[in-house]
């Protein structure tokens, strides 16, 4: 006869007993009219700007420093978020740029070593407001149906109708109408890596530290510049190659950075361009550049090389792209890598110009990291191009 362990007794898989759960006390309200109510997590406060979603299963902490969500309330699709806390080395900048975060659940107790802390702890620090027990994936269905909209979180939305938040929606300002690139950008050149390697300068338009990692460990010097630099300020440092970083915002209002590009191309300085680096790039060259109904964000986009059939599965935040039609081909400009998904462009070439440029992003942080060797490669340009080393004029 089998003989059922006494209560207490052996591992406890599941808990009959469940949590308390407050009442709903907060808001996500979006301009169309849609509203779902949850619970705040966080900081006590509002947050006001474009609710997009990530496909990105792990990575919250990058996410949520990613200075290319500066300005966007984001969705996690995945429903379980903070389970392994908060590190202080995983952090892709200075800050967390979101304004605020939307979650299935959120993790009260992590399970990590490292852990330092909860994701609530870590955006109420950062005054960032989250909310949780939100139906994410209607969410997310509703952005894909009507595109990333504006949006707000209401930590204290109780006592306030549905009317009142959406007002309050529509009020709500998108990143391309801020100067978000002027927000996150360094103030201060810096400098970073092997006085001995090539010498690389990174316009700063939102970079991630992953990227800045990925040139130091190839044995780089890196000099990190403020966007809004110059072309002179750039070729002052006798550069071997330039890169333009992702960052956020509508690249149809940088017409700053275009003049720049361009004299980069023209010095035969060989170039690099990175998710916004690469809509510079194309604007500079006299393409264009379009909104994407609910933009492309996570971890597993697969994009194809063109000249070799390859596939690659990418980590991508932008709500921009390239328009194919507008690539000026017959003045040796190629696109060389698309979106599989939806066809759109996701590098450029050019038969003769030491140049490069992916819609993605090769650091990942988070994502796979299927294209760190685009580094590399980017790298070999430089040392084998004859047109390498800017100096100054």
């Given at each position: ?130 909310i949780s027990e939100i139906d994410t994936r209607a969410l997310t269905l ?130 690099f361009g990175i998710c916004l680096g690469h809509q510079l790039l194309a ?111």
């Amino acid at each position: 006869m089998t003989t059922l362990p006494e209560s207490g007794a052996g591992p406890r898989l599941l808990s009959s007993r469940r949590r308390y759960s407050p009442p709903a006390d907060a808001a996500v309200a979006l301009a169309d009219g849609r509203v779902f109510r949850g619970r705040s997590f966080g900081a006590k406060a509002d947050a006001a700007g474009e609710v997009v979603f990530t496909t990105t299963m792990v990575g919250y902490q990058e996410v949520s420093s990613d200075p290319s969500f500066r300005g966007q309330i984001v969705c996690m699709t995945y429903p379980l978020i903070g389970n392994y806390g908060i590190h202080p080395d995983q952090s892709e900048s200075r800050q967390p740029w979101i304004a605020g975060l939307i979650v299935r659940e959120h993790c009260l107790e992590p399970s990590h070593d490292g852990s330092t802390g909860t994701i609530a702890e870590f955006l109420a620090a950062n005054g960032i407001p989250g909310i949780s027990e939100i139906d994410t994936r209607a969410l997310t269905l509703h952005i894909r149906s009507v595109g990333d909209t504006r949006g707000v979180i209401v930590h204290d939305a109780a006592e306030t109708d549905d009317a009142q938040l959406v007002a309050r929606a529509r009020a709500a300002p998108l990143p391309g109408e801020l100067d978000v690139v002027g927000e996150v950008t360094v103030v201060e050149e810096e400098t970073i890596g092997d006085a001995a390697g090539p010498h690389i300068v990174v316009l700063d338009c939102g970079v991630k530290r992953n990227i800045i990692r990925s040139l130091e460990k190839r044995g780089a010097l890196i000099t990190v510049l403020p966007f809004g630099s110059t072309l002179d300020d750039i070729r002052a440092h006798a550069p071997d190659g330039v890169i333009v970083s992702p960052g956020p915002g509508d690249p149809a209002n940088l017409d700053a950075g275009l003049d720049v590009v361009s004299g980069v191309l023209e010095a035969r300085i060989p170039y690099f361009g990175i998710c916004l680096g690469h809509q510079l790039l194309a604007r500079s060259i006299g393409a264009e550049t379009r909104k994407l109904k609910f933009g492309h964000r996570g971890g597993n986009h697969p994009v194809r090389d063109v000249r070799t059939g390859e596939v690659t599965i990418t980590s991508q935040n932008h709500g921009f792209e390239v328009d194919v039609d507008t690539v000026p081909r017959d003045h040796g400009w190629e696109v060389r890598l698309v979106n599989l998904n939806d066809g759109s462009v996701e590098g450029l070439g050019h038969r003769d110009l030491p140049v490069m440029t992916v819609q993605f992003h090769p650091e990942s942080s988070p994502g796979p990291q299927d294209n760190d060797h685009l580094f590399d490669d980017f790298l070999s340009l430089v040392k084998s191009s004859r047109f390498g080393g800017g100096s100054p004029s």
